[in-house]
């Protein structure tokens, strides 16, 4: 197998992208007169691959074999109004008219539709927090006339009964 990270002895630029790398030394290859299916073994890739990265190369030369930044959509919030969502956040839920000061991703959401006009999945609110640094809280499901101290004596006098009443696996359920 060929090691194509070195050239003469050195190593390339760690700056470089070794994908685009590999890219290019299937380039060279090809034009030392290397069928694909050699090409392909000796970097470690299909033979789709390697064809597909000489139609490139073929049509743009080595240049078009180059890294280029990955396109995407645009975020929709500029870094400037990134940097401002903690401080609406630092404000308190309550203050945004919500019940209770606890930030979930979707009051989250709300806001950011609100203050910066743009409407985001809660799932993704997720993310952005952690990006900024924040977590999202999740508020505990309970009843409010929940009794605690009648749920521990339960727990500890009848659900021991119930317990033991249960039939065993094999056994069939008695009438």
């Known amino acids: 197998?060929?090691?194509?990270?070195?050239?003469g002895g050195m190593a390339k630029k760690a700056s470089k992208s070794w994908?685009?790398?590999?890219?290019?030394r299937a380039w060279v290859l090809y034009q030392?007169?290397?069928?694909?299916?050699q090409i392909a073994e000796a970097l470690g890739v299909t033979k789709g691959a390697v064809s597909q990265w000489i139609?490139?190369?073929k049509e743009g030369g080595e240049e078009a074999l180059a890294a280029r930044k990955s396109t995407g959509s645009p975020r929709r919030l500029s870094t400037e109004e990134r940097q401002r969502i903690p401080g609406l956040l630092e404000r308190g839920a309550e203050?945004?008219?919500f019940r209770g000061d606890l930030w979930t991703?979707?009051?989250?959401?709300?806001?950011?539709e609100r203050e910066l006009g743009v409407k985001y999945h809660p799932a993704?609110?997720?993310?952005?927090?952690?990006?900024l640094g924040w977590t999202p809280q999740k508020p505990i499901r309970r009843a409010k006339q929940r009794q605690e101290a009648e749920i521990q004596r339960w727990k500890a006098e009848r659900?021991?009964?119930?317990?033991k009443r249960q039939p065993k696996k094999d056994e069939p359920l008695s009438s």
Do not use: D, T
């Not at 197998?1 to 050239?7: A, R, T």
């Open 124 to 131: 993704h609110v997720s993310r952005i927090l952690k990006e």
């Open 32 to 37: 030392a007169g290397w069928p694909q299916k």
């Open 19 to 24: 994908k685009e790398e590999r890219r290019k």
């Open 95 to 97: 203050s945004f008219g």
């Open 55 to 57: 139609k490139v190369g």
């Open 105 to 112: 991703c979707p009051r989250v959401a709300k806001v950011i």
């Open 1 to 7: 197998m060929i090691n194509y990270g070195l050239i």
């Open 159 to 163: 659900w021991p009964e119930l317990k």
